[in-house]
């Protein structure tokens, strides 16, 4: 018999028994110390394996002035369009709005070209904004190379009619900044922690001062300090959160005399702020005009999301009036027809002319083909979340408390499939808004779905939707008809024939409104007239 000899295995085996020899060799020159250097390597092994390790936030790359113009022109294109699309100037203040934007963009142009540096302290009532801008004023900008601007801002957080205007002002002032110290005297309250949120997220530089340290003993002092850097971790660097006393309240010094008496008295102890000044005095240094650019980048994003909203709002006034058509035409045809509940998913909640339409208001322009794609990508996540079902049985409970003389088995299935026409292009709408790109992303489209799912089936919009429906889909009475009786005999008959009793009048047919669309026939509108059938009783 022949043993097939495999090269894994020929040198797995030579692997172990090189190990063998090599284990055998260290055991020898190590001794009784071998089995414990072992057991400290496996440990110290599982300890690196199964630790967990925060990891390290990425660099961000170095603001060039070359990116700034980049979305200098970006924020430049959207204003432009947006110009382009409002027709009506005079109508909700548009002009305004256009003339506000651009005032804008030149500004942040111009203050490309400036050499100071803008430093603003923010933060709630009475954190010590103040103090601190004036002893920054009076023991550090002074001695630095760089040319610097310090302000403080209104307080945040006032819950009133002023108190929001002043809030207002202080997000102006802090928008305009170079560098934002946000100023608290203690634990992050949810708003302040919202509000350091906001701004690091327009990307403003930004360092955490915990003020007023004097006031807590010196193991409270370390504990808030390390409690602060913990809950901005994933937003600032350690070394950005630092702790300081603008305004240290007195202490009693007692003095032993030499003739065995005391004497006591109340002392001010110096401003805590050299940690800052150090951290100041750093930043400068290493980013200096970076400063400026990462400034005036963030301001620029911001107007162009500013000008991008407006312009989402025009279109978003010119895409609801095409859903609630393609709505209300699905609501006539599942009247008129009743089909299953897959079948109305495909004809209600996907409608491939009002995804053409749809992406033609948004500049995707979307060829039939790719309609249908997209309808039947909708159609599947709103089967996979089970929306047809809910939505549908939600409808019929409706239904049930209304006062409906015309119940029939297609009434249900027109309700449903306006509704879920209408999930349909919210979340079209929605997803061309936040989308630039015209390659469909199905997570995305699936998490708008839910969400707009959630935002249209709380009870009031369904009952409101619902009567909508009804009022669409009620049949409109048709004009009462003169009805002549026969006359007793004797008597002169009249001059146009008598409707014999009995009869119904005259019935209206159902009518098609057909429209035409790339060359195929479609339904554009069904208008169900309740059939007057009366009968005369004597």
Partial sequence: MTVQWRRPLIYGGVGVTLLALGFDG???????????????????WAVMKFQKIEPLQPKAAPVTLTTV??????????????????TDLSSDGSAQQLSDLRSQINQVTKELQRDDIRLVAIGGKSVGKTTLTGLLERNWASQVSHKLTVNDTPELFAATEGGIIAERDAWQLTRSSDLVLFVTNGDLTATEFQAIERITTAQKRLILLFNKQDQYRPEDQQAILTQLRQRVQKLLPPQDVIAIATNPTQVKVRQLLADGMTREWLEKPNPQISPLIERLNQILMQEGQQLILTSSLSNLKEVKSEAKTALNQVWRDRAMPIVEQAQWIVAGTAFANPFPALDLLATAAINAQMVMDLSKLYQRKFSLDQAKTIAATIAGLMLKLGLVEVSTQAIAGILKTNAVTFIAGGLIQGVSGAYLTRLAGLTLI???????????????????????FEQNRRLPFMQMFVKQALDKLRPTPLPAKAVIITPPDGLPAPAEAPLQIGAKLDEQPLVLEELVIE???AISSVKMPEIASQEMVL
């Fill in 26 to 44: 260290l055991n020898q020159l190590l001794g009784d110390w071998l089995p414990a250097i072992v057991l400290g390597s496996g440990i110290a």
């Fill in 430 to 452: 929605e997803y061309f808004e936040g989308e630039a790109s015209s390659e469909i992303k199905r997570d995305r489209l699936q998490q708008i779905l839910q969400t707009v």
């Fill in 69 to 86: 113009k980049t979305a200098l022109t970006e924020a430049e294109s959207v204003i432009n369009q947006l110009a382009f699309e409002v």
């Fill in 519 to 521: 060359g195929k026939l």
